[in-house]
């Protein structure tokens, strides 16, 4: 990770940029449940839905991981008066986003998008068609915008005729006009005064729409660059080297200073003064929901401070790879984001310290699982366990023995590692969220403070030889053993390393 990543997410904390998000405002909703037969109308699966989630999607999201940093965030936005729109704006408002610029209007509907999952796989999803919004609403949303000051302007377009509107007549006159920086304040009608404008962030589905505003920053996805270019990407390419290769003619059909296309699984890559490329950690598809939004508010609160736009790139690559390790639509937020800035990967925490963030995930509904062990020399059958411990739930947490425990437990000759270098190497796997290390002989204290949903230990122990069973039976949890690697084990690696035997 780039060394300046951390300097960059502290500089958001501290100076808490005002940024307005204006665009299309959507209500995210995950309805969980179980499917355990077909129904007789039609071969389709019954759900038995047990817990339904909202939160706020499209331009709302953005707006939301804008607020978890910390930025002083004002949305401007078109939603009915339907109870969806009550959700949404509810919200909104409980994350502290300013929606004084969220226009009402009863003749308009606000969209939902509906994720049904079950065995933690989405089912189905149900968009609902989006209506045509009223002009006057459109008016007085476009009026709105253009008399608010900020240090940025972010624009969410999901392809709306309230966005086709704003593509056009947001910041009249200002398409020429020069960018602020260092995180300088300044709004439309002080642009006018000044010839400066705020920096501008254009995330949309389609660019060409907003080539005349001459944005800053445009964020498309490689779909969404490959249809600017009306170009397929070839099967099993390189898409950073097939945009890159194409990145003239990117920065001109959208004319923005720069573009960031975002790769998902492949990471992100700046075409303009860079190149710059991020690499993303990769996870299943299925919990990339919203990831693109974060990286877009991130990049744009990192931009509005100062910050050179490959830094700013790699803070917002690092958020994106907390996201997509959570649930529904979430956020990061900026002590996550501080975290894992701070660790190259994962974290390591005092068991307090841990003990908070834990808490934090029990309340947005997270399940955390918990393992612990020596984790000397790191070997395959470690990391087959942690990936089917990490299966079992949201939130993997690994307890790592001191050294004098792993004496006492091993004998005189090991550890072979120091504690912070095996808990560090635990931290680098992309299946463990955070670490701690503990001297105690068991870990008992660490899981009546923690009390995790689940914890898991290897496949050559079983129930009765554990201490830790009682304590997690007592409050409800569950014990799972994972499947045992056999011929993988640290004392026989240590063993065939001291003999000179190599196999």
């Known amino acids: 990770m780039n060394g300046r990543t951390l300097e960059v997410v502290r500089a958001i904390g501290e100076r808490r940029p005002r940024i307005a998000v204006v665009g299309d405002l959507m209500l995210d909703v995950w309805s969980y449940g179980v499917a355990g037969r077909l129904a007789r109308e039609a071969p389709a699966p019954v759900v038995e839905v047990r817990e339904r989630r909202h939160a706020p999607g499209g331009a709302g999201n953005t707006a939301m991981n804008l607020a978890a940093l910390g930025a002083d965030v004002v949305c401007f936005g078109i939603v009915g008066t339907d109870p969806a729109a009550g959700t949404l704006l509810e919200c909104l408002r409980e994350a502290g986003v300013d929606t004084s610029g969220v226009i009402e209007h ?102 060409r729409r907003w080539r005349g505003i001459r944005p800053d920053i445009a964020t498309p996805n490689a779909a969404e660059a490959a249809a600017l270019l009306s170009a397929s990407l070839p099967d099993g390419a390189d898409r950073a080297s097939f945009f890159n290769e194409r990145s003239r003619a990117l920065l001109e059909r959208s004319g923005a200073r720069e573009v960031v296309v975002t790769l998902d699984r492949d990471g992100a890559v700046l075409l303009g003064e860079g190149p710059h490329r991020t690499h993303a950690h990769r996870v299943s598809e299925k919990n990339a929901s919203g990831a693109g939004d974060t990286f ?102 690994v307890a790592v023995n001191a050294d004098e425990t792993v004496r006492r437990l091993k004998g005189p000759g090991r550890p072979v590692n120091r504690s912070h270098d095996r808990a560090d190497v635990i931290a680098a796997l992309e299946c463990v969220d955070y670490v701690t290390v503990f001297a105690e002989p068991t870990p008992v204290e660490l899981i009546a403070a923690l009390q995790p949903d689940v914890y898991v230990k290897g496949g050559d122990y079983t129930a009765e030889m554990l201490e830790e069973t009682t304590v997690v039976e007592s409050y409800g949890g569950e014990v799972v053993f994972a499947d045992y690697v056999p011929d993988h084990s640290t004392s026989g690696i240590v063993e065939r390393i001291r003999s000179g035997v190599v196999s």
């Open 106 to 207: 009863p003749d308009a509907h606000t969209p939902v998008k509906h994720r049904i999952v079950c065995d933690e796989q989405v089912l189905l999803r149900l968009d609902e068609a989006p209506s045509e919004l009223p002009v006057d609403a459109i008016d007085r949303m476009l009026e709105a915008a253009n008399a608010c000051d900020a240090d940025a302007f972010v624009v969410g377009d999901y392809g709306s005729s309230a966005m086709e509107a704003a593509a056009e007549r947001l910041w009249p006159g200002m398409s020429d006009g020069r960018r602020t920086s260092n995180g300088r304040r300044t709004g439309r009608r002080a642009a006018a005064r000044s010839g400066v404008r705020p920096l501008v962030v254009v995330d949309a589905h389609d660019l």
């Open 296 to 397: 877009v508010a991130v990049l744009a609160a990192a931009c509005a401070c100062g910050a050179p736009i490959a830094d700013a790139m790699d803070a917002a690559q690092t958020a994106a790879d907390v996201v997509v390790h959570k649930p529904d639509t979430a956020v990061c937020t900026l002590d996550e984001l501080v975290a894992r800035a701070d660790g190259a990967h994962g974290v390591t925490l005092a068991a307090d310290e841990l003990a908070r963030r834990i808490r934090g995930h029990r309340e947005r509904g997270d399940r955390v699982v918990f393992t612990n062990g020596c984790f000397d020399v790191l070997h395959r059958g470690h990391t087959t366990y942690l990936r089917q411990a990490k299966e079992l739930g949201d939130v993997l947490v």
